[in-house]
């Protein structure tokens, strides 16, 4: 079992930046691929950003590539987005996920946080 708790998320207008955290619970995250979603109202959740395991692999989907970084550290059982120049259509609830594969690639997510509203304003 893995809990995962989101912060960092907020109200920032268009071009800004936020990083969003997810710590998760348990000895064993470093098996763990971790992922970002978001799902804006009227739409379905969609992966923006994924992590392997270790953290040899990255994935970004095209709506945030270039603009956002993920990255883990194993140690503090932590797993980050940074978001820059953050666009009105960024805006919606940002999910942190874990994916007990612990690869990439079909990322889904066996174990999910709350959720952290993003808000980009124009």
């Known amino acids: 079992q893995v809990q995962l708790v989101e912060s960092g998320g907020g109200l920032v207008q268009a071009g800004g930046s936020l990083r969003l955290s997810c710590v998760a619970s348990g000895r064993t995250f470093s098996s763990y691929a971790m992922g970002w979603f978001r799902q804006a109202p009227g739409k379905e959740r969609e992966l923006v950003a994924g992590?392997?395991?270790?953290?040899?692999?990255?994935y970004y989907a095209d709506s945030v590539k270039g603009r956002s970084t993920i990255s883990r550290d194993n140690a503090k059982n932590t797993v980050y987005l940074q978001m820059n120049s953050l666009k009105p259509e960024d805006t919606a609830v940002y999910y942190c996920a874990a994916d007990a594969l612990g690869v990439v690639v079909g990322l889904r997510g066996n174990y999910w946080g709350q959720g952290t509203q993003v808000t980009v304003s124009s």
């Open positions: 992590i392997s395991a270790r953290g040899g692999s990255t």
